[in-house]
């Protein structure tokens, strides 16, 4: 149904910038609210950033909030994360994940976690001197 694949990925010392993109296969990618989420080696699986379908309504989380800045080409089917000013607490593997449907108030990350029904292979960001 939707087949998405992340890249932009690497190392980059602190400071620096990376533009990570979403590519959407299968599916008319304009139909799905999009997540960022990343995990760290030994921690949880946290939010980083979402768009809903429109683009009209980008959320972000606090440790992100000004550094970076998702945005998204429905005629590409491709939904971006620039990311600047990366620190070393930054380093992840940066997953992008769909929901079939509208956002809903109150949710950080647009949808309840659980409701990301369609999931990417992820893309490693290092930040590291």
């Known amino acids: 149904q939707l087949q998405l694949v992340e890249s932009g990925g690497g190392l980059v010392q602190p400071g620096g910038s990376l533009r990570l993109s979403c590519a959407a296969s299968?599916?008319?990618?304009?139909?799905?609210?999009i997540g960022w989420f990343r995990q760290a080696p030994g921690k949880e699986r946290e939010g980083v950033s979402c768009?809903?379908?429109?683009?009209?309504?980008?959320n972000y989380s606090d440790s992100v909030k000004g550094r970076f800045t998702i945005s998204r080409d429905n005629a590409k089917k491709t939904v971006y994360l620039q990311m600047k000013d990366l620190k070393p607490e930054d380093t992840a593997i940066y997953y992008c994940?769909?929901?079939?449907?509208?956002?809903?108030?109150?949710?950080?990350?647009?949808?309840?976690?659980?409701?990301?029904?369609?999931w990417g292979q992820g893309t490693q960001v290092t930040v590291s001197a």
């Open positions: 299968g599916s008319a990618m304009a139909y799905y609210t």
């Open positions: 768009i809903s379908r429109s683009g009209s309504t980008p």
């Open positions: 994940a769909g929901h079939f449907g509208p956002t809903f108030q109150g949710h950080a990350m647009c949808v309840m976690d659980a409701d990301y029904g369609y």
